[in-house]
């Protein structure tokens, strides 16, 4: 018997998470948003999902192949996410091969070319809907009303209508309909409640923690509270810029990445209020109706500095 | 009651054992004493080759103040007096003794008439000629903890029943078996320190030892006991027991970085130690046996026994009916902080308190991936270290860094590690990490 025993450093027991587990987790998590984008939006919008996604495996495999990588790495989950993410925060009516050419970049450039999984400072879904936002504009800014309405096409987005008038293009869009996800927008950001239950589930089971999206949800509330209001400071409407565009989304499960946000709960907690701040910024100051995917990707930027700062506290240390 | 920040929650498993009174069937024909159990210096034998020793004869006496002295723990004759391996894998010098058959195995104790009447001084010489160190895995020298400096008044003591590895729950036993004795052991300690408080500090998934604890207590407070003694339940959470934690979770004081109990008036006792304390006032008795848990999924019959010190793995297999499955990990000590043996012919020392046997289902052997910077281990570092930045300073060769950052502080409990799903071995690198580290001059 003993040469057959085992010998190594502990612990000998271990915790049955792992990476594959978190990120087929926050797959599972982000199914009934989709399932709610391709209710609103019809068919096409699981076209688009599909194409996505698998595009999104193929440039992982081709790229870990060519890295001379493990190439069944391809199963850890986090291309599929990826692939997903860009997906949902697609519009509906993009042709086909725009989810293809946005996955592309998002893995090939956004993810392995700083080295893969782990390495990539950037969230890699959002890199993508940058590029793809650059490079057809036009494309990326058609909407579609959800299905059952009369003017099914080129309709706008509660925030495109606020930009260009205000809260009164805005009547016909109660809170209700925000909520549930009747209106224009990317496929997986109109339904808030779906996003909610997903978020909820990632909660619980602690696969996320609040500090991100709570504090970048309510910088952002509290910033729209004070400034956006029709008859001066502290009369905004917060729940409508919180509801209306891709922040639910964005802060539940692309502000959350792991590897491109602080590590502890402390710098989490600056890197919400930095995402709030400059989403509002590029909100209220620029040409852009929405600026979730640029301030969660400026802030990705931060991390390092973030994470420098923010050190937990070392237990018994102090200052010489 | 109050906490520490970290810690993690592995599934217990002390159910194989919790309700196994404590046995003590067994004498062992032969045993190997490493002079070296306790932190510090090795004991010098007192023994030759060919010796005849009788139980509880002291065959190794201290070789300064950080050292122990080593008692023949059964009757027999010195085989041999050679380097062998000791739990931690490292070789010291060992006394092997063998039974011949023949030898009167009763131990013949001396206990003290009246107690009471007797000075600091005569307790202090008594528990070190007991030669007792912290049984909780340590092996610190006892009446050292007990004679802190005069510049560092003590005035608390903490009775640590925490036991929070899974699995072991030989602690627990003691606590339920003997709580009145703990409760004498813990009025000495006072008594030698001058301190104003006492805690028993318990986790709180052994309600049955804190029950016992209060129990004990509050009979010896109706009898007149008045020792300022008071049990403490704490949170479930490894690693509770860890020293500086527990000061913590109790007291609230916060030890300093590479500062020791006594810097915040504190000194805490396994109960096992403090066990250990009692017999050798009241009994008179040296530290020739300790309470070990032999557990684990594949034991036919998993048991808290008493053994004796120097009782090899492999004798105790008969003691607890083999095996159901075979073993493929055999660790010393529990399985987070253990140590996993390559041989079964390595003793039992002073610091184990348990043995875990894990067949090959029971074992994780996960692939190395690459960190997702999820921050889990700084959520659990007890010693809010960054475990994942220290990895990667560590696999860099900057051992300047790491120094920085407060790998030193790193007490080895694993839960990084334990909870990484990356299945990075992050105790590792803090173990070369911390081998490497640059003490500024």
Known sequence: ?320 | MYKFYGGVHPSASKILTLDRPIKRPYIPKKVVLPLLQNVGFPAEPVVKEDDTVSVGQVIAKPSGRMSSAIHATISGKVTKIEHSHTPAHSRVLSVTIEAQGDEDQDLNLKAPSDIDSLSKETFLDMIRDAGIVGLGGAMFPAHVKLSPPKTKPVDTVILNGSECEPYLTCDHRIMIEKSKELLKAVEIMVRILDAKHAYIAIEDNKLSAIYAMERALQTAKDKGYKTPVEVISLGTKYPQGAEKQVIKAVTNRVVPSGGLPADVGCVVFNVGTAYAIYEAVYLGKPLIERVVTITGPCVREPMNLWVRIGTRLEALASVFGGFVKEPKKVIIGGPMMGVAQYAMDIPITKGVGGVVFLSRDNIVESVESVCIRCGRCIEVCPMGLVPTTLMYQVKLENFTASGDLGIADCFECGACAYICPAKIPLLDYMKYGKSKVVVPV
């Open chain 1, 1 to 320: 018997m003993a040469e057959s025993l085992i010998v190594s450093i502990g612990p000998h027991i271990k915790d049955d998470l792992s990476t594959r587990k978190i990120m087929w987790a926050v797959t599972l998590s982000l199914v009934p948003a989709g399932a709610a984008g391709v209710f609103i939006f019809g068919i096409r919008a699981l076209l688009i999902i599909i194409l996505s996604v698998v595009s999104a495996l193929a440039t992982e495999a081709l790229m870990l192949a060519m890295r001379r990588k493990d190439v069944t790495a391809v199963w850890d989950g986090s291309a599929v996410l990826t692939g997903l993410l860009l997906a949902y925060n697609l519009p509906p009516q993009v042709p086909a091969w725009l989810p293809i050419a946005g996955s592309f970049f998002a893995i090939a450039i956004g993810k392995q070319v700083f080295g893969g999984l782990g390495h990539n400072i950037f969230n890699p879904a959002l890199v993508g809907r940058a590029f793809l936002m650059l490079s057809w504009p036009v494309y990326m800014t058609t909407w579609q009303n959800p299905r059952w309405k009369v003017d099914a096409v080129t309709s706008a987005t509660p925030l495109v209508l606020y930009k260009s008038g205000g809260f009164g293009l805005l009547h016909h869009i109660s809170k209700w309909d925000l909520f549930m996800g009747n209106r224009g927008g990317c496929i997986g950001e109109v339904c808030v409640i779906a996003l909610l239950a997903g978020a909820a589930y990632l909660l619980i089971k602690k696969y996320i923690s609040w500090h991100i999206p709570i504090v970048y949800i309510l910088t952002i509330g509290a910033l729209s509270w004070i400034f956006n209001g029709r008859s001066g400071l502290l009369t905004g409407d917060a729940l409508f810029f919180v509801l209306s565009g891709g922040l639910i989304l964005g802060a539940f499960f692309m502000a959350t990445d792991y590897v491109t946000s602080p590590l502890s709960a402390r710098g989490k907690i600056v890197f919400g209020i930095g995402c709030g701040l400059l989403t509002f910024i590029i909100r209220k100051f620029s040409g852009y109706p929405e600026g979730v995917c640029y301030a969660i990707l400026m802030m990705n930027a931060a991390v390092p500095m973030i994470d420098k700062y923010t050190f937990p506290k070392w237990f018994g240390w102090r200052k010489a």
